[in-house]
């Protein structure tokens, strides 16, 4: 896979990893941090920091003893703008049917009350 948008997308395809980004997204964390809700090794869990690094959600850095995960927010705006742009077509759509919908509707409308003018009149 080499284009960023999969990558991205193929990281996140792991509940645990997007968990792992619901995380990050609040604070920075260590890998010992990260892996202490889960029922998995620490070795597991560096296993999928390299997805999400490999992907460029995440990054480590080094402070003093500690070597902090961080988020790269910024990779996620490559999937929103790729979502973005086919939940706009998609309602593009949507609203094109409406309309065309709208127009029957009225047409058939008309038709019937053109074919049966004396309905809706009291006698």
């Given amino acids: 896979m080499s284009d960023p948008l999969s990558r991205v997308f193929a990281a996140l395809a792991d509940p645990t990893r997007r968990d792992m980004v619901a ?10 941090e990260l892996a202490a809700p889960y029922d998995v090794s620490v070795q597991a869990v560096s296993k999928h920091l390299k997805v999400l690094e490999g992907a460029g ?3 480590r850095t080094r402070e003093a003893q500690r070597r902090p995960v961080h988020l790269e927010a910024e990779v996620l705006d490559l999937m929103t703008k790729w ?3 086919y939940r706009r077509q998609a309602e593009e759509r949507y609203q094109r049917l409406d309309a065309v919908l709208a127009q029957m509707t009225a047409h ?6 053109d074919t049966h003018p004396e309905e809706g009149t009291a006698s």
């Fill in 83 to 85: 979502i973005e742009r």
């Fill in 108 to 113: 058939e409308q008309g038709h019937r009350t």
């Fill in 23 to 32: 995380r990050l997204a609040v604070a920075d964390a260590t890998v010992g």
């Fill in 57 to 59: 959600l995440v990054s």
